[in-house]
């Protein structure tokens, strides 16, 4: 059978019938496909690219958060211990100003207590002296009662005085 084995000619016109094929294909098929891959690889490599870019973009961006959050973080800290030193110093300022109130509200108690003594120191002699002058009243009284007693009282107090 002529079918299964190929004769030569067979086999020339399939050869030829290839080469045309091939040229063909090289010149309308080979081309286009090549230029949509090598398009597809440019587009691949260019979106590995991208990708490879934004990984850099957030590896930035995680590094300037975390950088802000350090530095929100100190501030933080800051703005705290300054409350906590203005708060032990209005603390301060208002013991000292109680204490100075204290001071001076015991001066002036003391001063008021002193003029009270004085005062009540001053009373005290006006009345021992108002007593002792109504005894000596009394006494003298009694004592010029007598004629008697008169002459000899005025008669020792000029004794006296030419004494002195």
Do not use: C, Y
Not at 11 to 37: D, H, M, S
């Amino acid at each position: 059978m002529d079918l299964i084995t190929p004769g030569l000619g067979l086999v020339f016109w399939t050869v030829i019938t290839f080469l045309f094929l091939l040229i063909i294909l090289k010149k309308f098929a080979w081309k286009p496909i090549l230029g949509a891959v090598s398009e597809r690889e440019e587009g691949i490599k260019k979106a590995l690219a991208s990708a490879e870019d934004a990984r850099k973009e957030m590896e930035n961006l995680h590094a300037d958060n975390e950088r802000i959050l350090k530095e929100a973080r100190a501030e933080r800290e800051a703005l705290l211990k300054e409350a906590r030193d203005i708060k032990n110093k209005m603390i301060d300022d208002a013991k000292g100003e109680a204490q100075a109130q204290a001071d001076k509200i015991i001066t002036q108690a003391q001063a008021a207590i002193e003029s009270e003594k004085k005062a009540a120191m001053a009373e005290l002699k006006k009345h021992v002296a108002d007593l002792s002058i109504d005894i000596a009243e009394k006494v003298v009284r009694k004592e010029l009662s007598n004629k008697d007693k008169q002459v000899q009282l005025v008669e020792s107090m000029l004794g006296e005085a030419k004494l002195n």
